[in-house]
């Protein structure tokens, strides 16, 4: 925990994503009172994608961050402003597309189990 996904656009090939989730860590640590060694984050480049009657000229991120449960649902917005901050420092406008930013924090559910081999 805190397990992160990042759902992107092909569209955003461009933006290096590893450094991203560099970034993204420590906003974590810091706004969640997670550890940083327990942030672990995939970022998995999606396909097919529509933006209401559109197959063009729209990106897509999503970043959802599963956390054990605990934290206020105050807590919970900060962070998912601090990422939609920093996707628009990582990401920026795009000539020609239009670029949707959206973020969520979730509770983990109680069947969490984690192993480290």
């Known amino acids: 925990m805190p397990q992160i996904t990042v759902e992107r656009s092909p569209y955003l090939d461009h933006v290096d994503w590893e450094e991203f989730a560099l970034a993204l860590h420590p906003v974590v640590v810091e706004t969640a009172a997670a550890k ?3 942030c672990k984050t995939r970022v998995l480049r999606t396909e097919d994608e529509a933006v209401g ?3 063009e000229n729209h ?3 999503n970043v959802t961050i599963a956390l054990l449960a605990g934290r206020t649902e105050e807590t919970k ?3 998912t402003e601090a990422v939609v901050d920093l ?3 990582h990401v920026g406008p795009a000539d020609g597309l239009t670029v949707h930013l959206s973020a ?3 509770d983990l559910d109680s069947s969490y189990t984690k ?3």
Do not use: D, N, Q
């Open 59 to 61: 990106a897509i991120v």
């Open 36 to 38: 940083p060694e327990a």
């Open 87 to 89: 996707l628009r420092k």
């Open 115 to 117: 192993a480290v081999l």
């Open 104 to 106: 969520e924090v979730r």
């Open 53 to 55: 009657g559109a197959k």
């Open 77 to 79: 917005a900060k962070l």
